[in-house]
């Protein structure tokens, strides 16, 4: 059994784009994610250990996608 997680309008500034005036800086982007776990071992023994640190994810996603620098954003998610 599986529970469906989201983090929802994650905001995070990305260099992404092909024109030149695109990768100049950074641009906002705003993410929304969905993961599926088996959240029950974590909920029995109220272990963050055996779930999901949703922090570190957003860090996580934050970090890849602030220093990435994609061309497309197709690849920015399919690396996300």
């Known amino acids: 059994m599986s529970d469906v997680?989201?983090?929802v309008d994650v905001d995070v500034d990305c260099v992404i784009g092909i024109q030149p005036e695109e990768r100049a800086q950074s641009q906002p982007l705003r993410v929304s994610l969905s993961f599926s776990l088996d959240t029950r071992r974590a909920a029995l023994e109220?272990?963050?250990g055996v779930s999901v640190?949703?922090?570190r994810?957003?860090?996580e996603v934050g970090f890849v996608l602030q220093?990435?620098?994609f061309h497309l954003i197709e690849t920015a998610?399919?690396?996300v």
């Open 46 to 48: 109220e272990n963050l």
């Open 53 to 55: 640190d949703y922090a």
């Open 57 to 59: 994810v957003v860090g």
């Open 5 to 7: 997680l989201r983090l």
């Open 67 to 69: 220093h990435g620098q």
């Open 77 to 79: 998610a399919e690396v």
